[in-house]
């Protein structure tokens, strides 16, 4: 079993996160993306001092390596494209994993009491670390009790957390916050605190089962024939969407056609294209298709005044999750997915 090879260290971490269920998940994509090699002694060391709590500054009496030399070894290692395949993630500093980890599913948590359909979004003058969501989240429990909130996600920049759990909890965090104590009794400096939707993701892999979230259509019901001759795939699930960008009072109306087609249980192949309605030949010139991952632009295309369609197409894991935003001049909507 994996879990035997794992160092001692990772009895730590594994207090606040799946260890196990991570490092089975890392070790299998590392193989899949290196012929076959696994993941070093040094790198899973690596990471398990990570999510302990240790960052690469405290790192070098346990890994007898100054701080630059274990920064090489292990970009070196291929460890970072492996967790940014696992998480569809990117990472551009040491944070970074942590961030992918959480908003993967990998940290612990227990099942909260109440849930609302909104979460509590908090913006703390602070950046990510094991220490400082360890410190948060005790904290949360001591002024709300077991059981009241989770950490659902988390953004980069000044550390923002969404939060999600009843309406009294967001309400007593919010009146702390409006008393000015809110830092204080956090021991974190908190910027901001405010209540958003959990925004609807559209789940990709129950098309496969035929349950579509509300909106989505098949698309002999939104495309003519000669329209879909471009599109088709014969072992291929496509659904689409009509997409309404209202601009100076004129309502330009597009279709987003999204196709998969899976290859294993492990990989799916999202293909996405934007068609004009039947009324029109082309779409409207200067309309962007821009694919999100974690709020940033991963791929954008924009179309040409004679463009009848415009697509890509990329690799997506179980679990991966992503936007895909329309913007016309200043009108935009945006649909997210998890596959």
């Not at 990772?10 to 269920?21: L, P, S």
């Not at 961030?99 to 950046?127: A, H, P, Q, W």
């Not at 670390?129 to 989770?150: C, D, H, P, V, Y």
Request: hydrophobic share 40%; net charge negative.
């Amino acid at each position: 079993m994996l879990s035997q090879e794992l160092p001692d260290c990772c009895q730590e971490a594994a207090r606040t996160w799946k260890i196990k269920q991570l490092f089975n998940d890392l070790e299998e994509r590392h193989r899949r993306l290196n012929n076959g090699k696994g993941i070093g002694d040094y790198e899973k060391q690596y990471l398990c001092l990570l999510l302990s709590g240790i960052e690469p500054i405290q790192m070098s009496e346990k890994l007898y390596d100054a701080v630059e030399t274990t920064r090489v070894k292990i970009t070196q290692s291929g460890l970072y494209k492996t967790i940014e395949r696992l998480t569809g993630g990117q990472i551009k500093n040491w944070r970074d994993p942590i961030i992918l980890f959480v908003n993967k599913g990998y940290r612990k948590s227990e099942d909260v009491k109440e849930k609302e359909e909104t979460l509590l979004v908090m913006t703390c003058d602070v950046e990510v670390s094991e220490e400082i969501l360890r410190t948060l989240e005790e904290k949360m429990k001591q002024i709300l009790g077991a059981n009241q909130m989770k950490i659902q996600k988390i953004e980069r920049g000044s550390l923002i957390i969404y939060w999600q759990g009843s309406r009294s909890s967001y309400e007593q965090i919010e009146v702390l916050f409006r008393e000015g104590v809110l830092s204080e009794r956090l021991g974190v400096p908190i910027l901001d605190v405010q209540v958003v939707p959990n925004e609807e993701r559209v789940n990709l892999t129950q098309w496969f089962e035929n349950i579509l979230t509300t909106g989505w259509q098949t698309v002999e019901q939104l495309l003519t024939p000669q329209q879909l001759r471009p599109a088709y795939f014969s072992e291929s699930i496509q659904r689409g969407k009509r997409i309404d960008l209202q601009i100076d009072l004129i309502t330009h109306t597009v279709i987003l056609l999204v196709s998969l087609t899976r290859e294993d249980a492990d990989r799916v192949i999202v293909n996405l294209k934007v068609f004009p309605t039947a009324n029109s030949p082309n779409l409207p010139a200067n309309l962007k298709l821009i694919i999100l991952v974690e709020g940033e632009v991963f791929k954008e295309i924009t179309s040409r005044s004679a463009d009848q369609f415009i697509q890509y197409e990329f690799d997506a894991d179980p679990g991966d999750e992503f936007a895909v935003k329309l913007a016309l001049g200043e009108a935009e909507i945006t649909e997210n997915f998890v596959v």
